[in-house]
């Protein structure tokens, strides 16, 4: 059974940084790519960012991009996302995801397993 467990969210004022991590099990994360995605109250989740199996192709969304940097430890299982300059906009709780192909993608619905989410919470 793949399981992914998301941490390091929390409360930090505008300018700050955090990063979070995605340990995945039940499934060996570096043959498959693996995304980032959050949902603020109100709103629909959407696209943060993604990297590729090999962790040489990545995508952000545009509101993101320049702050936010995907990477991934293969020998550990886990995903990252370094998330600096952040803004109250970032306010949302961030859920990781792997898709069962090497590519990344932005559509959520190409995501198989999801995590719990953590709450990220930007105070301006």
């Known amino acids: 059974q793949v399981q992914l467990v998301e941490s390091g969210g929390g409360l930090v004022q505008a300018g700050g940084s955090l990063r979070l991590s995605c340990a995945t099990s039940g499934r060996t994360v570096s043959n498959y790519a693996m995304g980032w995605f959050r949902q603020a109250p109100g709103k629909e989740r959407e696209f943060v960012a993604a990297i590729s199996w090999s962790g040489g192709s990545t995508f952000y969304a545009d509101s993101v991009k320049g702050r936010f940097t995907i990477s991934r430890d293969n020998a550990k299982n886990t995903v990252y996302l370094q998330m600096n300059s952040l803004k109250p906009d970032d306010t949302a709780v961030y859920y990781c995801?792997?898709?069962?192909?090497?590519?990344?993608?932005?559509?959520?619905?190409?995501?198989?397993?999801w995590g719990q989410g953590t709450q990220v919470t930007v105070s301006s």
């Open positions: 995801a792997t898709r069962t192909a090497y590519w990344a993608s932005r559509n959520g619905y190409e995501y198989d397993y």
